[in-house]
């Protein structure tokens, strides 16, 4: 979620560029810098910490120049110091960028051997490399920017100046969001329309896979494929409310998309790219003396443990506890001595979780907290806070929070594994490419939602939906019933495949919609014979599987639809989505309120 944005303008940027970081803080960050073209070349202010401190920095140090890019950065490779703040800088190049270069270390290794020389920790200063490299070819910015793109791997967006082009942004967008303003003889660019506001009302918003080459008189976009393409320009309105969903209908819609970008922030701060492992901060345990790992949450975070207990035992090999924080601390459990207990929480208040807390404290156990907002009061009383990068998640019904959620505990699982010896470094080494692919396989399992909208239409007038899932798939299908019930009001429950036949099978009847979420995974041939149960008692299956199963199901009656194939590890996060997507498109059919549907609170702080 860090904030991007850039100016073509008809005279001083700099102090432009400043105000728009200002409306982009709600995006979180710990670093910050702006870089123009001055008197043809490039010219670059960083500071870590606040803006104010890059704010003082140009009071002291200021910068000319009526072309310019500017960000807030999350340290993700690399820790929050100047070297690695953006915007990075090659003598021809300037870039700033969200997300992860998936092959950045291949990338890196390449260009070196050209004898360009890295200055920072970070995968985004190979892009300026890179590009840099390409124009040295003899080839024009636009040239060596479609060159670029077709050798870059991940989930990204990134805006990019040439001291060359003093007439010249470049922009791409692969599932991270990037909006370009037209206004009157000048043109922005921002990883949002909030930063843009203030400046320009029409906003075009690329899509995937585009890149864009903007001047002060327009912008020409190509496709993925390279083809010029339109793209229309929406009509902003100029409030925070509004612009803050871009040009998504609801916030929960905008912050679904957003989910490539926010699991790649999250990534890139537990993911070192040099050493191609999974770095947590210093734990304050040793795994081995470990006797129990208790997981303790509410409602979507519950099922985020759910799914890290499977994790933890197969992986790891460890003993772990998964419990409701509502009825955990009355049942007044012992508990031994050095045991570790993880409680997870978007907000870091839920009033539930937090009393959980206090009693595994009193019991003497070591306390992690898992949340998305680094001062609050799990996080201050833990003895180690683990952080999830969404940024602030508006709408009610959480969906990028889970899906950073699992990414930190997947990656804490990794680390486990590794400090119990159940990981070999090649093992780790595996793993961790898995989840570096996971944002670009979520931008891609995003294409989904025009079939999730179609089928919604049919799920709408129903009264009762079941989920059913087996293994790590157990928990998404709760999950899934669970984002149902919040904003469509369908009754709706989720249930492990198997236990279908020990009661749930009598609730199926003609037209009942199941949705069977089933990865081509060890259990899939069991998962199959439950689905073959609901269709010959009438029900109406819908199957989210990848496209080895797929293959599988030809010639069922089930409606089929394909999630990238992914190993393991990662397949249970991108079947959250198309759930997700399911359950908002639902909603909408139905005219509910999706952000903010009845009864419900972002924030439970009362139990």
Sequence with gaps: MCGIIGILGKGPVAGRILDALKRLEYRGYDSAGIATITEGAIDRRRASGKLVNLKTLLGSEPLAGDIGIGHTRWATHGPPIEKNAHPHATERVAVVHNGIIENFAELRQELVGFGRVFQSDTDTEVIAHLLTHLLDQGRDAESAMAEMMSRLDGAFAFCALVKDRPDLLLAARQGSAVAIGLGDGESFIGSDAVGLAPLTRRVVYLEEGDWAAVRRDGVTIHARDGQVVDRPVTLTEVSDAEVGKGNYRHFMEKEIHEQPEVIGDTLGYYYNPIRRRIVLPPLPFRIAGVPRITIIAAGTSFYAGMLAKYWLERIGRLSVEVDIASEFRYRQPEMSPGGVSLFISQSGETLDTLEALRYARSQGQIIVSLVNVPDSSMAREADLCLRTYAGPEIGVASTKAFTTQLTVLACLTLHLAREHGKLSTDEMARYAEQLIRLPALAAETLELADDMRAIAEEIAPCRDVLYLGRGASYPIAMEGALKLKEISYIHAEGYAAGEMKHGPIALITDGVPVIVIAP????????????????????????????????????????????????????????????????????????????????????????
Aim: proline share 6%; hydrophobic share 45%.
């Design 520 to 607: 081509s995974d060890e259990l899939f041939h069991k998962t199959a014979a439950n689905l073959q149960e609901v269709l010959a008692r009438g029900g109406r299956a819908i199957v989210l599987t990848d496209t080895e199963g797929a293959a599988k199901l030809k010639g069922t009656k089930a409606r089929v639809f394909t999630v990238p194939k992914a190993e393991p590890l990662v397949a249970p996060i991108l079947f959250t989505i198309p759930i997700q997507l399911m359950a908002y498109s639902v909603a909408v059919a139905r005219g509910n309120d999706v952000d903010q549907p009845r009864n419900l609170a972002k924030s439970v702080t009362v139990e």
